[in-house]
């Protein structure tokens, strides 16, 4: 009985080694990546669960699917380990611009091989000397607070197997192709010393350009690069601070093999636009009634539209945004606390979040709203920023504290959302200068963060130990904005010694 109990213990034990698969292949710890800039990427992978050794690994390389699919490429590497499941590319000198397919073969007993899926990681420019565009501004006034727009019209008159934005910028921005927002990012890219490493993202655009006329269109905010408010660190003060600029190539290949780049230049436009102020450490104010309708679509009339400035680098370290990008995770629908009178609302939301609101209102054009973001509420019911608002040294009245304000243009139900911006709150207190139509359904919430895949979760019997826990994640999702951050509302420095302390 024991010899049989054994044996077939020992032949389950086989079967799920036969059957198992390395899993969740990643590049630089991201899954097919385009855009990177690494000579050695890192390959990792997992083993199914319940599989704790394997006799052997093999990594396969190429940049023909088919052929790695086969078991071949141009790099194989055996590693003999029943650990190892992170491994960098020795391969031959890794190109620019170009896709490289891999996959890991397992052997579980001998003879006895599976196989992972295939996988892939696409490489961007790799040095500074691939860049053909330049950088590009509006203006050398760091005081100037509108935000610039900038736009450039391409014609395409062959098919286009793949096409790819690279845009690297001091500063923040929102990419559109023919009206179309480029990606599902959130403050592009990720803080840096700036006068010491820039940042550049790449996009696929294939899906969203057509045959003929086509218009490329960027705004710029200024988020930590030109920090315009006042508070106790003196960003404002900072050696790299400048008018926010950026850098582009748009990357085409065509179906016979020819490749063009669309770069900028002198030969963009730019103006500004509906958004007069923005500070990724206090609000943002939008003007709807300067809006320019059509503005990043082909034929639009741009005649009165200037010519942009060059620009030097921000750095010489230019280098590509190899992280998980900020995204919104979820959606919160809320609910008005109180009223007082047609002019203001409390609204709140079912939990503490970093993020932004969208307002949905229509009102009389010229109407002033203000949305006041906090974290708890007074005595009366308002929102009380008096726990948050500690550090912050403003020099006027001009720019609240976690507050928007958006300008009505009067043309029925309008929508806001800041892009370069994002506060810690769980109640929004809206007042207008003149009575608008509110309902529950005016605000939506949203909560974002550098979108990390959780390692585990934790579920007890104890409901205070789940909520404990819970918090505990909420808080570190809300502090994690491409780099961990010591809050989301009173400072949104960076800061680890959370890390250190846990």
Not at 36 to 58: C, K, N, Y
Not at 165 to 191: F, Q
Not at 446 to 465: C, K, N, Q, W
């Amino acid at each position: 009985m024991t010899k049989f109990f054994s044996l077939s213990i020992l032949l389950l034990a086989t079967a799920i080694a036969h059957a198992a698969a390395p899993t969740g292949l990643k590049c630089e710890y991201l899954i097919n990546p385009i855009g990177i800039d690494a000579q050695h990427p890192r390959l990792s992978w997992q083993l199914e669960a319940g599989v704790t050794r394997a006799l052997l690994f093999r990594i396969c390389v190429g940049m023909d699917s088919l052929e790695v699919a086969k078991g071949r490429g141009q790099w194989l590497k055996d590693i003999k380990s029943t650990q190892v499941q992170l491994v960098a590319y020795e391969g031959a000198t890794i190109r620019p611009f170009t896709k490289y397919y891999w996959k890991v073969l397992f052997l579980s007993a001998p003879g006895k091989w599976t196989s992972s899926g295939i996988a892939s990681f696409e490489t961007g420019m790799m040095n500074g000397g691939n860049w053909k565009g330049a950088w590009i501004s509006d203006t050398r006034d760091i005081h100037l607070k509108p935000a610039a727009l900038f736009r450039k019209e391409f014609q395409l008159q062959r098919k286009v197997v793949t096409a790819r934005a690279c845009i690297a910028c001091a500063g923040l921005y929102e990419l559109t192709i023919n009206n179309k927002r480029v990606g599902d990012h959130r403050l592009d890219p990720m803080y840096t010393r700036f006068d010491r490493r820039t940042l550049y993202v790449t996009y696929d655009i294939t899906h969203l350009l057509q045959n003929g006329k086509n218009c490329v269109g960027v705004m710029l905010g200024n988020g930590w690069y030109n920090h315009q408010s006042t508070a106790v660190w003196f960003f404002d003060k900072a050696p790299w601070r400048g008018r926010p600029s950026f850098c582009m190539d748009i990357r085409i290949r065509y179906s016979d093999g020819s490749t063009e780049t669309i770069a900028t230049g002198k030969d963009w436009k730019t103006t500004t636009g509906p958004i007069i102020f923005n500070s990724i450490y206090t609000g943002e104010h939008y003007d709807a009634r300067l809006e320019k309708s059509g503005w990043n679509l082909p034929g639009y009339a741009d005649s009165t539209w200037k010519e942009p400035i060059f620009m030097a680098a921000p750095s010489m370290n230019i280098v590509a945004q190899s992280s998980v990008p900020i995204r919104i995770t979820d959606t919160l629908h809320g609910s008005i606390l109180q009223r007082t009178g047609d002019t203001n609302a409390v609204f709140a939301f079912p939990k503490n979040i970093a993020g932004i609101v969208k307002l949905q209102v229509s009102g009389k054009a010229g109407t002033i709203i203000g949305l006041k973001h906090g974290e708890r509420l007074d005595e009366k019911g308002h929102v009380d920023q008096s726990n948050i608002d500690v550090h912050y040294r403003p020099t006027d009245n001009t720019d609240p504290f976690q507050t928007d304000i958006y300008i009505l243009k009067g043309e029925g139900t309008e929508q806001f959302m800041p892009r370069f911006n994002y506060k810690g709150f769980q109640y929004v207190e809206l007042s207008s200068s003149a009575p608008v139509q509110l309902s529950d359904q005016s605000l939506t919430a949203y909560f974002m963060h550098s979108d990390v895949t959780p390692a585990g979760r934790i579920h007890s019997s104890s409901e205070l130990i789940n909520k404990v826990w819970a918090a505990a994640n909420q808080s570190y999702l809300s502090n994690l904005y491409g780099y961990p951050t010591d809050c989301p509302q009173r400072e949104k420095n960076g800061w680890t010694g959370d890390a250190q302390i846990n």
